[in-house]
């Protein structure tokens, strides 16, 4: 092997798996317009037609949904926004340059739209310089559009993309043309991204910092998502290693086929409710195969990705129907949108501090219309029972109250139009804004059930941006804080007699496992491909033998020698039994 590894970067290893793969170079951040030339006019026109459809589709759901929060004047900005792209003189001069100069679309947009923005900012008007930044922002959307369609048709199956950073948008974009994985500067372990991208099970390497310097488009890499590692050009030792781990792998993917029928029971006999999030509504088949007892999480953001647009009541009664049918006679928890904070929408309103913004059931009673389709919409789907519905970023009684009436009114509506629903549907909160792990006992009383995300409860209650990878090395789920909340949540949930279950990043870590089952958590939802092993290490574990570490790591006072704690007790009692697992 070369010395000191000089060929390989280490980050973080967002999403588990290996790949071997040409690199996609993608440099996004250079807004850069080449001034070249197109072979073909008429593609170069349609793809100009499409950009322009998709720049007026993303305003337009911007545009709905500020109306409500930033009152009609303020919202007004995009509406006008939409009202240029409409403009027939400036669209018409846009495509007669395109047909006289067979230029790239993106250069005659920016040459064309710049000479207004030039304009108004010669001008002494405050108003008039404003509003150069409007029409600044719609050239940039336009250009970002026409990139990315040029970007997805020059991007092909067999490659690993590297870029700086990923939004989640992109991460479903790569699974639409099927890339072997993706390498990025910046990141962290639970950006939505990252989630989605173990959710898709392709490999991903985050927070590299070099990556997009050091990797060349055409490189020969490994990418290594168990280890968070990338191996650029890779010498004939390197690969014959490689080699021998993905033969591995694919033994254990024959061994993990085995844990289907089996249940997530500890060796003393108590019983786990192992269940798993669901992104993408395609993922339902994978989520029957993975041995799951239902779907503990169903991240309906994403539908904003899979229809480009609000879906209609009509459109997500299909999709929930669908889910709730598939996994019947198991259950499946349906979370109201959680948009905003790195989610998809809304980028376009520029928040200071999105992560403590306008995000998830703020967003959702904000926005009563939308609110109550969706709410409409699972109600229909829940008739054979086995809907539940969960709200996000819950942080006081008041929107709890002020939500169960809005399905109340729901179920008034249904009910005059004859439409079949389940009366008692359980409605459940997340537990991931530290007010509400406070006052648990008191949300106890409110809900059927609570479900513990981690990855917001520990950014909330350490102060630490969850994808920023500056900070990373401080996002700790084993900081005494996390810990002893954790267990306070278990414990209360357990006194009201109601479910606790962690649909956060770190019911899928085998280390943190042990710990949770020994608080007495009976429920865990993660992302399908980490089923076998959470099982693996529950079927590994005795409920009683646990007590002794839970005592210890409540009385620790860092995250230092708690996490090492852990991890002793992982590598001396666990590591063997699950040896080869995901341990490529
Ligand atoms: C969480 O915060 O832990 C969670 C499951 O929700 P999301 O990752 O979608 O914010
Ligand atoms: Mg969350």
Redesign the pocket.
């Known amino acids: 092997m070369k010395t000191e590894n000089e060929n390989i970067l280490k980050g973080i290893g967002a999403a588990p798996g290996i790949a071997v793969a040409k690199a996609f170079l993608y440099k996004k951040e250079k807004e850069e317009i080449a001034d070249e030339l197109v072979s073909d006019v008429e593609e170069a026109l349609a793809n100009l037609d499409i950009a322009l459809e998709k720049s007026k589709k993303e305003l337009r759901k911007i545009f709905s949904l500020a109306v409500d929060k930033l009152g009609e004047k303020r919202a007004a900005i995009f509406e006008a926004q939409i009202m240029i792209l409409d403009d027939p003189i400036l669209v018409t001069a846009i495509k007669e340059r395109i047909n006289k100069e067979k230029r790239i679309p993106e250069f005659i947009v920016n040459d064309e739209i710049s000479k207004y923005t030039n304009l108004m900012n010669l001008s002494h008007e405050a108003f008039m310089k404003e509003r150069s930044h409007d029409i600044e922002d719609i050239k940039n959307r336009i250009i970002r559009n026409l990139k990315k369609k040029k970007w997805k048709s020059r991007i092909t199956s067999d490659v690993v993309v590297v870029t700086t950073t990923v939004s989640p948008s992109d991460t479903i974009l790569f699974s639409r043309v099927n890339v072997k994985g993706y390498v990025t500067d910046f990141g962290g372990l639970?950006s939505?991204a990252a989630?989605v991208a173990r959710s898709l099970n392709i490999p991903a390497v985050v927070g590299l910092h070099e990556a997009t310097n050091r990797i060349k488009d055409g490189d020969l890499i490994i990418i290594d998502g168990f280890r968070g590692e990338v191996i650029i050009n890779p010498d004939e030792e390197q690969h014959k290693i490689y080699d021998k781990k993905i033969e591995r792998l694919h033994k254990q993917d024959v061994e993990l086929d085995l844990m289907h029928g089996l249940q997530a029971e500890t060796t003393d006999g108590r019983e786990i409710q192992l269940l798993a999030?669901l992104e993408l509504t395609d993922e339902i088949e994978v989520i029957l195969q993975s041995g799951a007892k239902g779907i503990g999480?169903v991240?309906t953001?994403q539908l904003f990705e899979e229809y480009e647009a609000f879906p209609d009541e009509e459109e997500q009664y299909n999709v929930y129907k669908i889910i709730a049918e598939r996994i019947y006679p198991e259950s499946v928890i349906i979370?109201s949108f959680?948009i905003g904070?790195d989610?998809v929408l809304p980028v376009d309103l520029k928040e200071p501090n999105p992560f403590l913004g306008w995000r998830?059931i703020r967003l959702m009673l904000d926005n009563p219309k939308m609110l109550k389709t969706q709410i409409r919409a699972i109600l229909r789907a829940s008739s054979h029972k086995n809907v539940k519905f969960m709200l996000?970023?819950i942080a006081s009684i008041c929107e709890v109250r002020s939500t169960k009436e809005i399905i109340n009114e729901c179920k008034a509506e249904l009910k005059k139009e004859g439409k079949h629903f389940d009366n008692h549907m359980d409605v459940g909160i997340?537990i991931?804004v530290p007010s509400a792990a406070v006052l648990i006992k008191d949300f106890a009383e409110e809900v059927d059930f609570v479900?513990?995300?981690?990855?917001?409860?520990?950014?909330y209650l350490l102060a630490v941006d969850?994808g920023n990878e500056i900070v990373s090395s401080i996002y700790q789920e084993f900081h005494p804080s996390v810990v002893r909340t954790l267990n306070n949540i278990i414990q209360e949930g357990k006194k009201a007699k109601i479910l606790v279950s962690?649909?956060?990043?770190?019911a899928a870590d085998p280390v943190a496992v042990p710990l949770l089952v020994g608080f007495g958590i009976k429920s865990l939802?993660v992302s399908s491909s980490a089923i076998p092993l959470i099982k693996k290490v529950i079927r590994s574990l005795s409920y009683k033998e646990l007590q002794p570490l839970v005592d210890e790591c409540l009385a620790l006072k860092t995250e230092k020698e708690i996490n090492e704690l852990l991890h002793k007790f992982y590598n001396s009692k666990l590591v063997n039994k699950i040896k080869n697992l995901y341990e490529a």
């Open positions: 639970t939505h989630i999030n999480l991240r953001e979370r959680d904070g989610k998830g996000p970023m997340m991931e479900s513990i995300g981690t990855n917001d409860l520990i950014q969850r962690m649909c956060g990043e770190m939802s």
